[in-house]
């Protein structure tokens, strides 16, 4: 993994809290050598993250600011986004899982335990 990129001089600060991101390479070898498998821009502080295929990419994720949420609805929905970005990378890194069966076990996840939660109301 390394953590250069002319990407990385154009990002934005953190919209949550505003810290500085960190844009991390992660390379097909772990020498930060090979051809760049993926890319995670992340706030230094507050763990936000994006993950894209590129630097480019990343940088343009990460930057994109689609407006304030509108409700407490919207805020949650982009928290939990980011936690599931930020949780599919971190098991991608550890385990090297691909990212469609790290979602897929996420959502499998949280389909049983949904009605474990309804049945609680």
Partial sequence: MSRTSPETAT?????FCGSAPI???HHE???????IEFVVVRCSSCR???ERPSPSAAAQAWNRRDGVAQSSKDTMKVALESALEYVEADLRERF??????V???????????????EAGK
């Fill in 103 to 117: 979602r897929d076990e996420i959502r499998s996840a949280l389909s049983v335990a949904s009605p474990i939660r």
């Fill in 48 to 50: 936000t993250s994006k």
């Fill in 96 to 101: 090297s899982v691909s990212g469609q069966n």
């Fill in 23 to 25: 844009m991390d390479l």
């Fill in 11 to 15: 990002l934005k600060p953190c919209p």
């Fill in 29 to 35: 070898n772990e020498d930060g050598t090979g051809i």
